[in-house]
Nanobody, 121 residues
Framework: QVQLLESGGGLVQAGGSLGLSCAAS????????MGWYRQAPGKQREMVAT???????DYTGSVEGRFTISRDNALNTIYLQMNNLKPEDTAVYYC???????????????WGQGTQVTVSS
């Protein structure tokens, strides 16, 4: 059983900052790419940022320069520092991870339960 436990989020005024963290726990061989996704009311879930085990990161254009994703491989944990938040960043933020349950090339996708981020104008 693999669990992704998210923490952080909450309510902040526009221009403020928030941090999210997500830790993978359970029985598995390794964790590959991890990332953050978000879903606003009435919209599709979208990728926010992803990071590989080597530290290579990717961001959606609307958060580039404002959000920073980082990772601690020893703890199987990722972080998302969100600065200069805007009302349009309001969404439920989900952690995701590609996890290999046993040694080998195959991985499975897991999702966290989501955490609410609300940015007031």
């Amino acid at each position: 059983q693999v669990q992704l436990l998210e923490s952080g989020g909450g309510l902040v005024q526009a221009g403020g900052s928030l941090g999210l963290s997500c830790a993978a726990s359970g029985s598995f061989s390794r964790v590959e790419v991890m990332g953050w996704y978000r879903q606003a009311p009435g919209k599709q879930r979208e990728m926010v940022a992803t990071i590989s085990t080597g530290g290579s990161s990717d961001y959606t254009g609307s958060v580039e320069g404002r959000f920073t994703i980082s990772r601690d491989n020893a703890l199987n944990t990722i972080y998302l520092q969100m600065n200069n938040l805007k009302p349009e960043d309001t969404a439920v933020y989900y952690c995701a991870a590609e996890v290999a349950l046993v040694a080998g090339p195959f991985t499975y996708n897991y999702w966290g339960q989501g955490t609410q981020v609300t940015v007031s104008s």
